[in-house]
């Protein structure tokens, strides 16, 4: 049997399950507000959260700010200008370990869970070097502060 997708939807899926499978926790985000395109399993177990629920929202939906906590704001909005610079520039950005709490699951309580995340968040270009995707890589550096 030749592994080689025969088809676009073959490749399209063979992707999305390679995407799905690497070891890394990162979204995949359209450019346009955001939007979470694909997740990797580990950026699902690492947030407590299924692809269902990503999938098809801005990141600022999916993670929003603290309500109960202002301070919350400062870790969106230098999310928002990372994702910013990497759309101005075309090369990745790196920010500084940043403080982002995240919602926790309606059935562990409800409310937002504390984290610091180390994040790179780089283009992903077509032939023409326009930026089409964002690819928004985290690793949870909670346990080390």
């Known amino acids: ?3 080689r997708p025969s088809t676009a939807a ?19 985000l359209h450019p346009e507000e955001y939007r979470i395109v694909a997740a990797s399993d580990r950026y699902l177990e690492l947030t407590g959260r299924g692809r ?30 990372s994702l910013a610079t990497v759309l101005r ?27 610091f ?3 790179i968040n780089a283009p992903v270009k077509d032939d023409r070097g326009r930026v089409r995707y964002v690819i ?3 690793e949870d550096v909670t346990a080390h502060l």
Do not use: C, K
Not at 14 to 21: E, F, K
Not at 62 to 67: G, I, R, S
Not at 89 to 115: K, N
């Open 52 to 81: 269902d629920e990503l999938v098809g929202q801005t990141i600022f939906q999916a993670f929003p700010a603290d309500p109960g906590d202002p301070t919350s704001q400062e870790g969106v909005e230098a999310l928002a200008h």
């Open 89 to 115: 520039t075309g090369r990745p950005d790196t920010l500084p370990v940043q403080r982002y709490p995240i919602p926790r699951p309606e059935e562990e309580g409800g409310g937002f869970e504390e984290r």
């Open 10 to 28: 073959e490749a399209t899926q063979a992707a999305h399950r390679i995407l799905a499978a690497a070891p890394d926790p990162f979204l995949v």
């Open 136 to 138: 928004h890589r985290v």
């Open 117 to 119: 995340w180390n994040v």
């Open 1 to 3: 049997m030749d592994p």
